[in-house]
T-cell receptor
């Protein structure tokens, strides 16, 4: 069975602070894919990144960066110099090559960035 | 950029009414999904489809039903709405590979009185 744990239910920061959202996953598959989605107050889920299990390179996109470590089964997401517009719920998710490959989501982390 | 649409965006309806939530995508994706999201944020997969005439129940038992007669269309129906159905419903679609990203629609917020 697959599992994604986002231990941080809610994080509050002040604008311009850096913040890291944690994601720990469990899977027995050797090939799998990890995702991060952002859900702003308007409600839609916005895709941010996909990473496959064979690519452990960290990724940076503007103020966003992702740290994938297979050794600790973690796929953490860092926002540098946070802004009020970053306030949202962030979901980490996992799928694999086995079975019907539906997405397993974590329970989400609500990020509140205050001015 | 994904092109997936859901209507209505908001719906307030009385108990016992039949409702259909619409979901359409213009990307030619074979796979489509319905998620229910409770106020506590957690997402639950309630239905999915791997193509025309294919539908499967998800992880969370749901009293809703779905159909997939056309590739681009995946409507969800509640025969008799109840207050316990109050939730946000999110539709998604993806390509056929295991690695394919799911793209989500804007969601339907349903309130059953």
């Amino acid at each position: 069975a697959q599992k994604v744990t986002q231990a941080q239910t809610e994080i509050s920061v002040v604008e311009k602070e850096d913040v890291t959202l944690d994601c720990v996953y469990e899977t027995r598959d050797t090939t799998y894919y990890l995702f991060w989605y952002k859900q702003p107050p308007s409600g839609e889920l916005v895709f941010l990144i996909r990473r496959n299990s064979f690519d452990e390179q960290n990724e940076i996109s503007g103020r966003y960066s992702w740290n994938f470590q297979k050794s600790t089964s973690s796929f953490n997401f860092t926002i540098t110099a946070s802004q009020v517009v970053d306030s949202a719920v962030y979901f980490c998710a996992l799928t694999s090559n086995s079975g019907y490959s539906t997405l397993t989501f974590g329970k989400g982390t609500m990020l509140l960035v205050s001015p | 950029e994904a092109d997936i649409y859901q209507t209505p965006r908001y719906l307030v309806i009385g108990t016992g009414k039949k409702i259909t939530l619409e979901c359409s995508q213009t990307m030619g994706h074979d796979k489509m999904y319905w998620y229910q999201q409770d106020p506590g944020m957690e997402l639950h997969l309630i239905h999915y489809s791997y193509g025309v005439n294919s539908t499967e129940k998800g992880d969370l038992s749901s009293e809703s039903t779905v159909s997939r007669i056309r590739t681009e269309h995946f409507p969800l129906t509640l025969e008799s709405a109840r207050p316990s159905h109050t939730s946000q419903y999110l539709c998604a679609s993806s390509g056929v590979g295991h690695e394919e990203t799911q793209y989500f629609g804007p969601g339907t917020r349903l309130l059953v009185l």
